[in-house]
Protein backbone atom coordinates (compact mmCIF):
# COMPACT_ATOMS: atom_id res chain seq x y z
CA UNK A 1 0.00 0.00 0.00
CA UNK A 2 1.74 3.16 -0.83
CA UNK A 3 0.99 6.52 1.49
CA UNK A 4 1.94 9.95 0.86
CA UNK A 5 2.16 12.35 3.22
CA UNK A 6 2.87 16.36 2.93
CA UNK A 7 4.79 18.82 5.32
CA UNK A 8 5.57 22.17 5.29
CA UNK A 9 2.86 24.30 5.02
CA UNK A 10 1.89 27.08 6.94
CA UNK A 11 0.98 30.88 6.96
CA UNK A 12 3.11 33.70 6.17
CA UNK A 13 2.98 37.00 4.75
CA UNK A 14 2.97 37.66 0.87
CA UNK A 15 7.03 37.85 -0.55
CA UNK A 16 7.93 35.16 1.53
CA UNK A 17 8.46 31.45 1.57
CA UNK A 18 7.54 28.00 1.94
CA UNK A 19 8.94 24.37 1.02
CA UNK A 20 6.35 21.72 0.91
CA UNK A 21 7.93 17.96 1.18
CA UNK A 22 5.86 14.97 0.54
CA UNK A 23 7.05 11.26 1.04
CA UNK A 24 5.85 8.46 -0.77
CA UNK A 25 5.95 5.29 1.66
CA UNK A 26 5.02 1.05 1.02
CA UNK A 27 6.76 -1.26 -1.46
CA UNK A 28 8.22 1.66 -4.27
CA UNK A 29 10.04 1.28 -7.26
CA UNK A 30 10.89 4.53 -9.45
CA UNK A 31 8.07 6.76 -9.05
CA UNK A 32 6.90 7.62 -12.66
CA UNK A 33 5.37 10.71 -11.98
CA UNK A 34 4.89 13.65 -8.87
CA UNK A 35 3.71 16.56 -8.34
CA UNK A 36 1.89 19.21 -6.74
CA UNK A 37 -1.87 20.26 -6.73
CA UNK A 38 -3.80 22.45 -5.25
CA UNK A 39 -7.50 23.13 -4.10
CA UNK A 40 -8.61 26.91 -3.00
CA UNK A 41 -12.06 27.27 -1.35
CA UNK A 42 -14.79 26.90 -3.58
CA UNK A 43 -12.47 26.09 -6.71
CA UNK A 44 -11.67 22.70 -8.29
CA UNK A 45 -8.19 21.18 -7.58
CA UNK A 46 -5.83 22.19 -9.78
CA UNK A 47 -2.57 21.54 -11.24
CA UNK A 48 0.45 22.97 -9.69
CA UNK A 49 3.59 21.38 -10.94
CA UNK A 50 4.71 17.95 -11.90
CA UNK A 51 8.18 16.17 -12.14
CA UNK A 52 8.71 13.28 -14.08
CA UNK A 53 11.57 10.30 -13.56
CA UNK A 54 13.94 11.54 -16.00
CA UNK A 55 13.63 15.38 -14.27
CA UNK A 56 11.23 17.20 -16.75
CA UNK A 57 8.96 19.43 -15.26
CA UNK A 58 6.07 21.25 -15.75
CA UNK A 59 4.63 24.60 -14.30
CA UNK A 60 1.08 26.48 -14.45
CA UNK A 61 1.51 29.47 -15.64
CA UNK A 62 0.51 31.30 -12.59
CA UNK A 63 3.61 29.74 -10.41
CA UNK A 64 6.50 29.61 -13.65
CA UNK A 65 9.36 31.72 -11.98
CA UNK A 66 8.00 31.66 -8.51
CA UNK A 67 7.42 28.10 -7.27
CA UNK A 68 10.41 25.08 -8.21
CA UNK A 69 9.58 21.35 -8.26
CA UNK A 70 12.69 18.89 -6.97
CA UNK A 71 12.43 15.26 -6.43
CA UNK A 72 14.66 12.51 -4.46
CA UNK A 73 14.05 9.71 -6.39
CA UNK A 74 15.97 7.78 -3.81
CA UNK A 75 13.81 8.52 -0.68
CA UNK A 76 10.80 8.63 -2.88
CA UNK A 77 10.07 12.53 -1.97
CA UNK A 78 8.85 15.56 -4.09
CA UNK A 79 9.77 18.58 -2.96
CA UNK A 80 7.80 22.68 -4.34
CA UNK A 81 9.78 25.50 -3.40
CA UNK A 82 7.56 28.18 -2.99
CA UNK A 83 9.06 32.08 -3.27
CA UNK A 84 7.48 35.20 -3.45
CA UNK A 85 4.12 33.60 -2.38
CA UNK A 86 0.74 35.58 -3.05
CA UNK A 87 -2.74 35.15 -1.39
CA UNK A 88 -4.18 33.83 -4.43
CA UNK A 89 -1.57 30.88 -3.74
CA UNK A 90 -3.46 30.15 -0.55
CA UNK A 91 -4.75 26.74 -0.76
CA UNK A 92 -4.44 23.51 0.19
CA UNK A 93 -1.60 21.81 -1.62
CA UNK A 94 -2.13 18.08 -2.36
CA UNK A 95 0.87 15.81 -3.19
CA UNK A 96 0.32 13.33 -6.07
CA UNK A 97 2.12 10.44 -7.77
CA UNK A 98 1.43 8.00 -10.72
CA UNK A 99 2.88 4.82 -10.08
CA UNK A 100 2.31 1.12 -11.99
CA UNK A 101 -0.80 2.90 -13.96
CA UNK A 102 -2.07 4.50 -10.34
CA UNK A 103 -2.51 7.82 -8.71
CA UNK A 104 -2.48 8.25 -5.88
CA UNK A 105 -3.11 11.08 -3.36
CA UNK A 106 -1.76 12.93 0.11
CA UNK A 107 -4.18 14.15 2.42
CA UNK A 108 -2.93 17.71 1.85
CA UNK A 109 -1.38 20.80 3.61
CA UNK A 110 -2.78 24.20 4.16
CA UNK A 111 -0.81 27.45 2.72
CA UNK A 112 -2.16 30.69 3.48
CA UNK A 113 -0.88 34.07 2.52
CA UNK A 114 -1.86 36.96 4.29
CA UNK A 115 -1.62 40.49 2.66
Known amino acids: QVQLVESGGGLVQAGESLRLSCAAS????????MGWYCQAPGKQRELVAT???????NYADSVKGRFTISRDSAKNTVYLQMNSLKPEDTAVYYCQIYYRYRTYWGRGTQVTVSS
Open 26 to 33: GTIFSIDV
Open 51 to 57: ITSGGST
